[in-house]
């Protein structure tokens, strides 16, 4: 299906066309009067040229008739005879002669007393001046409608310049709904009832929003407390003393799949929730400090080597942070992560640097996309939701590595 034009080629257009139509009805006009105001004059000399010849013959006076070469008189005689065989048939009246050799030749007929009078005129300069109006004609058409047109481009350029405002306005809005006052670029008309209903709709977005946000809190509460309950069975359990290894092994593995649970719901709501957080100074160093000991606590293999170099501090939201540091660390890390871990932080950055044991060396599954190489899908959305950009490598020799780019000022954070 053809694209439509533009609206602005589509008025420029218009224009055009009203201008052609205006011109063709001048250039009609022009020349229907031209030719109106030949048959008057030609009616008017001859008229007055055969009254004359009459009044001057009923006097007694037969006057000679004209015969030059741009005005001939004929008189019929009694007989019938006296007049050329091509004026012989015409009727009373005034008649156009014209041919290729006399394109103004015209002839008047008339009955008088004296007899019927026919005079021949030629107007070939006024036949010539018709060519020439009538070229000046066509010019006035096309530059009538080449003129209706560039005024139909300027004047739709700046009629339609309110609409480029709306909708460059319309664009610079954010993916989250906000409150609108688009009405204020446009006046009362048409332009106006647009804006208006944009800004009634993004009230409705809004609205709707507010009761998805208070959606999400509930069932996170709701959530949450089953969590929490099985989370504090758990808690007892292993600190029961009489506890053999094997449950206290499960228990631990229990226990490490609630708080993946629990992290992952967070993520989940945080996304769906699409919430605004408060980004401050934090410490790299802590940072780290509290990723390894939450690490530590929730890994199984002692035999995971940790070091940390970490320098200044991050601008970033600390308990978000710590959520989407554990769990990429959860998804860097395969079970019973045994080797080197090297956890560095400063100038925006932070890196995760995994080199597996020899025991536990294993070729590095390939990733599904380059950001997401490692199953970061949830946790790459909430990274992004933070401003972070997540950066992946792999090796076959067991090699994991995550760089993460943490912007000084994250859009979106208060």
């Known amino acids: 299906m053809r694209a439509p034009l533009p609206l602005r080629r589509r008025v420029a257009l218009a224009y055009a066309t009203l201008g052609l139509l205006l011109s063709l009805a001048f250039a009609a006009a022009t020349l229907y009067l031209t030719e109106d105001y030949e048959h008057i004059v030609v009616s008017e000399i001859l008229s007055a040229q055969a009254q004359e010849y009459a009044d001057e013959a009923g006097a007694g006076a037969m006057p000679e008739l004209p015969h030059t070469p741009r005005l001939r008189g004929y008189l019929r005689r009694a007989d019938g005879g ?98 609108t006052n688009l ?59 009489d506890a053999a290894p094997a449950q206290r092994r499960r228990l631990a593995r229990l226990e490490r799949g609630l708080n993946e649970l629990t992290d992952l719901i967070n993520l989940l709501l945080g996304l769906a929730r699409r919430s605004n957080y408060t980004a401050q100074p934090v410490d790299a160093a802590e940072l780290l400090q509290e990723c390894a000991a939450q690490l530590r606590a929730g ?29 990429i660390l959860r998804r860097l890390l395969p079970p019973a992560a045994q080797g080197e871990l090297q956890l560095q932080a400063g100038a925006g950055r932070i890196r995760f640097d995994y080199r597996a044991g020899t025991a536990a060396t294993a070729p590095a599954a390939a990733p599904a996309r380059s950001d997401r190489g490692i199953g970061l899908t949830l946790i790459g959305r909430f990274a992004d939701h933070l401003g972070w950009k997540l950066e992946e490598h792999f090796a076959d020799n067991g090699y994991r590595a995550v760089e993460i780019e943490i912007p000084e000022r994250i859009s979106g954070m208060d």
């Open 82 to 179: 006296g007049l050329p065989p091509a004026l012989a048939g015409l009727g009373p009246g005034i008649h156009e002669m014209e041919s290729a050799a006399a394109p103004g030749r015209h002839a008047g007929v008339f009955d008088t007393p004296a007899g019927r009078l026919v005079f021949l005129i030629d107007l070939d300069s006024i036949e010539e001046l018709e060519k020439h109006l009538a070229w000046f004609c066509l010019l006035v058409v096309l530059l009538g409608t080449g003129l209706s047109g560039w005024a139909g481009w300027l004047l739709a350029g700046r009629t339609i310049a309110p609409v480029k405002q709306l909708a460059a306005a319309v664009d610079a809005l954010p993916a989250r709904p906000q409150a």
């Open 299 to 327: 890994t199984e293999s002692t035999a995971l080597a940790l070091h940390i170099e970490a320098a200044g501090s991050l601008f970033l939201p600390r308990a978000e942070a710590l959520l989407a540091l554990r769990s």
């Open 183 to 241: 009405a204020g670029l446009a006046g009362r008309d048409e332009l106006g009832r647009l804006a208006r209903a944009i800004d009634a709709y993004q009230a409705r977005l809004l609205d709707a929003d507010a009761a998805e946000r208070a959606f999400f809190a509930d069932a996170s509460h709701e959530l949450r407390t089953p969590i929490a309950v099985v989370q504090g069975a758990a808690e007892v359990l292993l600190d029961d003393p």
